[in-house]
Nanobody, 119 residues
């Protein structure tokens, strides 16, 4: 049974920091790219950061220099370190596992964790 369980969300003041974690089970974690998405109220879900199986990281422009994605294949966990948080970072953050393979693409999602940035 595939599971992605996010944790670490909460409420923080502008300029503060949070670290999100996503614990994976039920699939070969090291074979999947891992991504963090977010969805704010009334907006579409957007890709925030991703890390490939080779450890290559990518970020959307609005979080570059503030967020860091990392993975620990030994622990089957992906992290999102978020610094200098802004009110516009407020959203539900979702963990995503993705594998693109000929005739066998897979994608799994966590249930999401709320991040609220407010004074």
């Amino acid at each position: 049974q595939v599971q992605l369980v996010e944790s670490g969300g909460g409420q923080v003041r502008p300029g503060g920091s949070l670290t999100l974690s996503c614990a994976a089970s039920g699939f070969t974690f090291s074979s999947f790219a891992m991504n963090w998405y977010r969805q704010a109220p009334g907006k579409e879900r957007e890709l925030v950061a991703g890390i490939t199986t080779d450890g290559i990281r990518n970020y959307r422009d609005s979080v570059k220099g503030r967020f860091t994605i990392s993975r620990d294949n030994a622990k089957n966990t992906v992290y999102l370190q978020m610094n200098s948080l802004k009110p516009e970072d407020t959203a539900v953050y979702f963990c995503n596992a993705e594998r693109i393979q000929f005739l066998d693409d897979r994608a799994y999602w966590g249930q999401g964790t709320q991040v609220t940035v407010s004074s």
